[in-house]
């Protein structure tokens, strides 16, 4: 019932046993600007392939659940306007209906896990924004962290978010929160923040122990790596802040509420930062590609 196309590298990987990390597609759609997200893309691509594993873009075109996506298919992703954007709550409807769309983090752990593929590389999770007493505005992505066995590396979670209301919730839910080689929670295009990160980990080994410890122990669920920016790329917290909340003032101002709130932010601080905010972007999705890779790599040596 489910029309699943595997690329070909995905697929040989498959067969041969290879580690693999999946991308979203988001972040190409709504998340970067063409042409910077298609070469994004592309290079992270390769980031994953020379850290010894095989990527894996995943998209729905045409009714079709992509694993792993061609040249000519990751840009005419790229290059098109007003493709949707799916979240667990849509997924299954776009498929359903021969439509087109990109995935979010949630939707890509869903589809991730259904072709067998345990790690995930982005750049950040979506979360509890800012005013959410009042908007409920809280990411499908924290709970499917709850309910889908795929350890996610993302950078944090993007400052444009209610950083203390989102590690909360992803405690509520019982999601491992793992800073990568610090103690304190990273926050996206800043490598700290002064929120302490809940776990601590230095090397990709023992993520992929923990992730195969929770599956033993029957625990539904994956994981969420934070990495760190590296520090040569980060913006600073304190030069970053007021330009989120202005960015978050217009939001409000405008009525943007719902799926349009995340890229509207983004937009608008990339407009507010002339473009540094999406060269960090771009640093810290690469940096985590080839720890999602070592990440694959431990896991097949495990034999998960
Ligand atoms: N990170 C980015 N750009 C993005 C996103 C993350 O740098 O566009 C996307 C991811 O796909 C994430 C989604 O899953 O935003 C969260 O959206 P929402 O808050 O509507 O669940
Ligand atoms: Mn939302």
């Known amino acids: 019932m489910i029309d699943l196309h595997l690329s070909a590298e995905v697929h040989a990987a498959r067969v041969a046993g290879k580690p693999v990390v999946a991308l979203e597609s988001t972040i190409i759609t709504h998340g970067m600007p063409y042409p910077q997200n298609v070469e994004t893309a592309r290079l992270v691509e390769q980031d994953i392939r020379d850290a010894g594993a095989v990527p894996a873009t995943i998209a729905v075109m045409d009714g079709r659940l992509h694993v792993g996506l061609d040249t000519e298919q990751l840009d005419a992703l790229g290059r098109a306007s007003g493709v949707a954007k799916l979240s667990r709550a849509d997924l299954a ?36 924004h800012k005013g959410a007493e009042t908007s409920f505005d809280i990411s499908a992505d924290l709970h499917e962290l709850a309910q889908t066995p795929v350890t996610v590396v993302a950078a944090g979670a993007k400052a444009i978010l209610d950083l203390p209301k989102t590690l909360e919730v992803l405690e509520t839910l019982g999601v491992p ?22 776990l601590r980990m230095d090397d990709a080994a023992t993520v992929a122990r923990a992730h195969a410890m929770r599956r033993a122990l029957g625990l539904p669920g994956g994981q969420l790596v934070a990495n760190p920016i590296p520090e040569a790329d980060q913006i600073a917290a304190g030069e970053l802040a007021p330009i989120i909340e202005r960015a978050q003032a217009q939001a409000d101002a405008r009525g943007i509420a719902g799926k349009a709130v995340t890229p509207f932010l ?5 407009e507010a930062t002339a473009g540094r905010s999406l060269t960090a972007n771009i640093a810290l999705v690469r940096n985590n590609a080839r720890l999602a890779a070592a990440i694959a790599r431990e896991m097949s040596a495990l034999g998960s």
């Open 93 to 128: 409807a776009c498929m359903a209906s021969g439509g087109t769309g990109a995935t979010t983090v949630a939707a890509t752990m869903i589809a991730a896990r259904y072709a067998g593929i345990e790690v995930f590389a982005t750049g950040g999770i979506g979360g509890v």
């Open 177 to 198: 929160v793992i800073a990568f080689g610090q103690d304190s929670f990273p926050a996206f295009w800043s490598a700290t923040s002064d929120l302490p990160a809940p």
């Open 266 to 270: 983004l937009q608008a601080i990339f």
